[in-house]
């Protein structure tokens, strides 16, 4: 065994049928590899809601209400479009095949931004919860673990996607369970000051309609609201993942889907609840979970309880940004197939993993990392418009699509529906966003989505340049009146060994192919009497969908 193979281990054989079925994920696992981004959503989203709100606590309420009702139209629109389309892609895909391939350009790219930002702010956060309970000196060293955190997950993710997962399976559970249990003990202990705080909400909210007009109301909701749009980040992780899901991957994915809704509903909205019972205030240098989990506990022996649920809180986030790694390489690919992006991007390295886009995205986020000072406050605003970009995209290309199937569905109108609520919600955060917080980072989302959608421009010419040249080189060829003298020395499909040989490499019958061998009859001319052609069926991202597609790529290569 060599270097590599200890750090990364061995190459996986792709023609062994289990290969595929070993990487893919099944519904619990793909709820802690993929859903591990929307649930860690709620250890900040919440959070910036609630700050947001200032002395507007009566909209908390209404504030849960509209939080669980967007995450699960969305959750359900994003079933649908992976029931349409089952192979995978996501927004991208659903974009450039109902929109066109601008509209898709700009969802890719918002994708990417998107994807760069989910590790960026992933390990920022986690690494703000282990400092929550750590002396306030270590707050100066905070870029320093980040960097050694993300340097610690590509390492990971180089030696494969379920590899990864599975380390962190423990992880994402000892999270829900201890979330679960804390959260429940502090809304149920708490339950008749909750009712009571619910009950003043609603007479301060009414008094207050009365005294404001419905716009002084609306402003201060949107506001928090999407401040606290971070929640909804990771709801489209699934779509963009197919590839890797088990079979059945539909239905796979939607049961994921539902897991994700779920439990972040229930973590985000009883996380609201907890803060506005026990009248939470931000405290210098702690994650406002922490000072909930210590005010819960306050009674109780509670240093290694908090310790425990910080560490569970940060290490679930770092899950988290293992979405970026699965996903992001994966869009990456689908527009280098298209190419948006180097073809390079769609390679697999031994251990069946797009290595490449790894490497890209991470030296990305650390770009980030160090540019706001791994500042989650800074970073959730540029992840959350880039997110959003994607679900108005996602959610409108699929309108689009139930309006011209409505004269062969019956229910077009059902599906229609749902969708066009999860883009109407989503074009609302948007707008608001753009209102409320682009000085504050929404045009820097903007102005990184338009660098990568040049970048992607110039790389397209490239290839449209080169695929002109190879057409005009086609036609010489094909119009070139050069005459061979061959003499046959051998029956057609035979090598006589003694012999010379030529070994030309050519991707098929093309003017390429027949380029180097009119070439070498020209410089060689009746000096080789054997000719073999070799071609190499390439295993990337576009063909590793199954043993089925394998098998094809090799017996359409012998032909």
Request: glycine share 8%; hydrophobic share 50%.
């Amino acid at each position: 065994m060599n270097i590599k193979e200890l750090l990364f281990g061995k190459a996986k054989n792709i023609f062994d049928p289990e290969t595929l079925r070993n990487i893919s994920l099944v519904a619990i696992l793909a709820w802690v590899g993929l859903g591990a981004d929307g649930l860690s959503s709620a250890c900040y989203g919440p959070e910036e809601t609630y700050k947001a709100l200032g002395q507007n606590k009566f909209l908390i309420i209404p504030l849960i209400g509209l939080m669980v009702m967007t995450i699960f139209v969305l959750s359900m629109g994003y079933s649908q479009i992976v029931s349409l389309f089952p192979n995978g892609g996501g927004g991208y895909v659903v974009a450039t095949k109902l929109l066109g391939r601008t509209s898709g350009l700009l969802t890719g790219c918002s994708l990417i931004v998107d994807y760069i930002l989910t590790i960026a702010i992933s390990i920022a956060s986690g690494v703000d919860a282990i400092l929550s309970f750590l002396p306030n000196s270590y707050q100066q060293y905070k870029i320093l673990f980040t960097v050694i955190v993300l340097v610690g997950m590509v390492y990971l993710n180089l030696r494969g996607v379920k590899e990864t997962i599975i380390i962190l399976v423990p992880i994402f559970l000892a999270f829900l369970l201890s979330h679960i249990v804390i959260l429940a003990y502090g809304v149920l202990s708490n339950i008749g000051n909750i009712t009571t705080i619910t009950t003043q909400s609603y007479k301060t909210a009414a008094s207050t309609a009365g005294a404001l007009s419905f716009v002084g109301m609306l402003a201060p909701l949107l506001y928090a609201f999407t401040a606290g749009c971070g929640t909804y980040t990771g709801l489209e992780a699934v779509s963009n993942s197919m590839q890797i899901l088990r079979e059945p991957k539909v239905q796979t994915a939607r049961r994921t889907m539902l897991y994700m809704a779920i439990s972040l509903s229930f973590i985000s909205g009883s996380l609201l609840l907890c803060y506005l019972a026990y009248d939470i205030k931000p405290v210098q240098g702690k994650s406002l979970n922490a000072v909930l989990f210590q005010t819960i506990l306050s009674d109780t022996s509670i240093g290694i309880t908090i310790i425990v649920l910080l560490i569970s809180e940060a290490f679930l986030l770092f899950v988290a940004a293992q979405t970026g790694f699965v996903d992001g390489p994966r869009v990456i690919a689908q527009m280098a197939l298209d190419h948006w992006l180097p073809r390079r991007f769609v390679h697999l390295s031994n251990r069946l993993v797009i290595q490449d886009g790894v490497l890209v995205l991470s030296l990305m986020a650390l770009f980030f990392i160090f540019v706001t000072a791994a500042s989650v406050h800074k970073l959730v605003i540029i992840y959350s418009t880039a997110v959003f970009i994607t679900f108005c995209f996602s959610q409108l290309s699929m309108c689009l699509h139930w309006w011209k199937e409505r004269a062969s569905s019956k229910i077009w109108w059902l599906k229609m529906s749902v969708n066009g609520i999860g883009l109407l919600l989503s074009g609302i955060i948007l707008a608001s966003l753009l209102t409320f917080r682009f000085l504050s980072g929404s045009w820097l989302a903007f102005m990184l989505i338009g660098v990568v959608m040049v970048a992607c421009i110039l790389v397209k010419r490239h290839y449209l340049h080169i695929q002109s040249y190879f057409r005009k080189f086609s036609s010489v060829i094909h119009d070139s009146t050069l005459s061979l003298s061959l003499t046959k020395s051998s029956k057609e499909g035979e090598v006589v060994s003694s012999n010379r040989t030529a070994i030309l490499l050519v991707s098929g019958y093309n003017f390429a192919g027949v380029h180097l061998f009119l070439t070498l009859q020209r410089l060689f001319p009746n000096h080789f009497r054997n000719f073999v052609f070799v071609s190499v069926g390439e295993v990337d991202y576009g063909k590793f969908k199954g043993i089925n597609e394998i098998k094809d790529l090799e017996k359409y290569t012998e032909e």
